[in-house]
């Protein structure tokens, strides 16, 4: 887990481990709720996970946080 300030403004920076871990690019839109007491961030259309879910498949945040095996990625670029 890693740790970001608010600034003054109220901007935070999502750190580059996760941009990449979730393929999030500059002008990605996020939808901000508030589920629990936890600040939850999600992707404004499903278009912008599809380089992790090409498919469009529809998986729970329990299916979502589950350990991913990407040793056969490299081949597949």
Do not use: F, Y
């Not at 300030?5 to 999030?24: E, M, N, Y």
């Amino acid at each position: 887990m890693e740790t970001v300030t608010l600034s003054t403004k109220g901007q935070l920076v999502i750190p580059a481990s996760v941009r990449g871990a979730l393929h999030l690019q500059a002008g990605n839109r996020l939808n901000v709720s508030i589920q629990d007491g936890n600040i939850v961030l999600k992707p404004e259309s499903a278009a912008a996970w599809k380089p992790i879910n090409p498919a469009g498949v529809s998986l729970s945040s329990t299916e979502l946080c589950k350990p991913v095996d990407v040793s056969n990625e490299a081949g597949r670029r």
